[in-house]
T-cell receptor, first 112, second 111 residues
Framework: GAGVSQSPSNKVTEKGKDVELRCDPI?????LYWYRQSLGQGLEFLIY????????KSGLPSDRFSAERTGGSVSTLTIQRTQQEDSAVYLC??????????FGPGTRLTVT | RKEVEQDPGPFNVPEGATVAFNCTYS??????FFWYRQDCRKEPKLLMS???SGNEDGRFTAQLNRASQYISLLIRDSKLSDSATYLC????????????FGSGTRLSIRP
């Protein structure tokens, strides 16, 4: 069956521009997570959705980062006024409640 | 103390060796435990869940020690293809975000 998909797979943007990253979770998965991972580093939790609500936004690094989820399915992570330190791989994962997470292939963001 | 701690490694072992990693967690109320593997420049993939009674999947054995609050992963007869980073995952039972990942243990199998 279809897994988690993310788009775009790669994004190069200029410093100061806004970007939108998209995640399509596995159908029926109620929980959705966003992480980012810099080269050679561990996963950094950003935000968690249960359905359309986000009970935990504690990982968002600044108010330039926001995310939404609509219809209990697709989620969009938006980064405004991108900075070079935002360059990383952004990973999305989905799961049934309190169960193992399945990851998408990630979006590699490069801010020049 | 970090919620989930792993030895970052790297572990560098010869093919065919047995290797074991531990992962400690701080929340005694945690209920769900997993091991993931992550290959270089790839997304993490679920390797196995960790059950209270311990579980085995081929060359891989996972154990849970609730008293000492750690989980372990044992890999027997290691293959070159086992080279990866192994991530320990624990639920945060009292927290809305539910799941926390360790920073990973890097394993390199040499011929």
């Amino acid at each position: 069956g279809a897994g988690v998909s993310q788009s775009p797979s790669n994004k190069v943007t200029e410093k100061g521009k806004d970007v939108e990253l998209r995640c399509d979770p596995i159908s029926g998965h109620t929980a959705l997570y966003w992480y980012r991972q810099s080269l050679g580093q561990g996963l950094e939790f950003l935000i968690y959705f249960q359905g359309n609500s986000a009970p935990d936004k504690s990982g968002l690094p600044s108010d330039r980062f926001s995310a939404e989820r609509t219809g209990g399915s697709v989620s969009t992570l938006t980064i405004q006024r991108t900075q070079q330190e935002d360059s990383a791989v952004y990973l999305c994962a989905s799961s049934l409640a309190e169960s193992e997470q399945y990851f998408g292939p990630g979006t590699r963001l490069t801010v020049t | 103390r970090k919620e989930v701690e792993q030895d970052p490694g790297p572990f560098n072992v010869p093919e065919g060796a047995t290797v074991a990693f531990n992962c400690t967690y701080s929340n005694s109320a945690s209920q769900s435990f997993f091991w993931y593997r992550q290959d270089c420049r790839k997304e993490p993939k679920l390797l196995m869940s960790v059950y209270s009674s311990g579980n085995e999947d081929g060359r891989f054995t996972a154990q849970l020690n609730r008293a000492s609050q750690y989980i372990s992963l044992l890999i027997r007869d290691s293959k070159l293809s086992d080279s990866a980073t192994y991530l320990c995952v624990v639920d945060r039972w009292s927290s809305a975000s539910k799941i926390i990942f360790g920073s990973g243990t890097r394993l390199s199998i040499r011929p």
